[in-house]
């Protein structure tokens, strides 16, 4: 959740800076492409004592990265000032060889600059998701110690603030400080994740042909409608306590109202219906209140904001349940989906939905559009 806040904020200072530098940018010629790697050094963060046994030396490590350098081709690429898209390839020793050994993350990312790309110091925002293989997890028998993975396959998110010096029109140098989480949101227990915060050095190299930054001849985003009302139906599958046990079905059906903000952005409003199989069990085993089956199904309203990425959407909301307090996670929830286009009026999305920050459940579905 803190991760999420956070970018809106830089994203907040980036459209403002996009307006300003626009002027500067038409005369900017940039390479396509840019090979780089860097080296890292963190720490697993013990946010859950159960995390004590498997925290160790500090963790190490380095990533292989290469991007594109966007020039305007797509209206969007000069709203979000011409960010980078590309694929990190994140090897990591965790330093706890018999817990959890090394973990392997693969990703695709945007790469947002600050400041108009004539600077040779400038300052980027990158976030990614993707997979991520943790070498050794939980096992009864022969690692009981290890709360953090359950599954070797596992979703991985990285934020990172860069501060980048251009040597010349090619060579460039970075130093930052990141953020790596690896979860299965919730999908098998346990699953207390693994929080590695970590500062990091790094160079690439830019090659391919120079592109001129492209300014649109028209600012109006045509796809981004003023109001939209859409029906939303997601489900995915999660485990609860003890270890080991069965799988639950969750679910969530949304009816969404959104209003244009800026070209590519959106504020939005939705009533939220949860349902969760295993709610109810979870509150008989761990001896807390009772409460009607009905009542696990859980009603609420939330706000969020909407990014458009061409076609692409990220949409994250906030909300809270109309019920009493949750006995489990309180009455604080946080909804946040990735979305594409079918057809004019069909998306599939992604969607993870938290409490308190910490995953609920990862789900797969569909949103029907009801405005023309």
Known sequence: MKIIILIFCLFILTFQNVRASEDDEAKTTVPEWQLGRHILSGKILEYNPLMAPIIGRPVIGGEIFISRQTYGAHSWN??????????????????????????????????????????????????GTGLAYVEKVYNAENNPLNQASSTHLNAVLNAQLQGVCKIDDRWTVFVGGGLLHISNGAYQLPNLGLN????????????????????????????????????????????????????????????????????????????????????????????????????TT???????????????????????????????????????????????????????????????YVGFGFGYRLTK
């Open 78 to 127: 000069a709203f979000f000032n011409y960010p980078e898209y590309g694929i990190s390839y994140t090897f990591l020793d965790l330093g706890s060889p018999n817990y959890v050994g090394m973990a392997h993350c693969l990703f695709p990312y945007l790469n947002f600059h600050f400041f108009n790309n004539q600077n040779h110091l400038n300052l980027h925002f990158r976030v």
């Open 298 to 360: 859980r009603i609420g309203v939330s706000g969020g904001y909407v990014l458009l990425f061409g076609d692409l959407s990220l949409n994250t909301y906030f909300g809270v349940y109309l019920h009493e307090a949750n006995p489990l996670y309180g009455r604080i929830y946080q909804r946040t989906s990735l979305r594409y286009p079918l057809s004019d009026r069909l998306n599939f999305m992604i969607t993870l939905r938290n409490h308190k920050g910490k995953a609920d």
């Open 196 to 295: 590695i915060a970590n500062l990091f050095t790094g160079i690439s190299y830019s090659f391919g042909k120079e592109n001129t930054l492209i300014i649109p001849e028209s600012k109006i985003n045509e796809k981004n409608r003023n109001w939209d009302c859409s029906v939303l139906l997601s489900a995915g599958v999660k485990e609860i306590k003890p270890i080991g046990g069965n799988k639950y079905f969750a679910g969530d059906f949304n009816v969404e109202v959104t209003k244009k903000h800026l070209q590519y952005t959106r504020f939005g409003l939705s009533l939220d219906i949860t349902y969760d199989a295993s709610e109810y069990n979870c509150i008989i085993l761990q001896s807390l209140p009772a409460v009607n089956r009905l009542n």
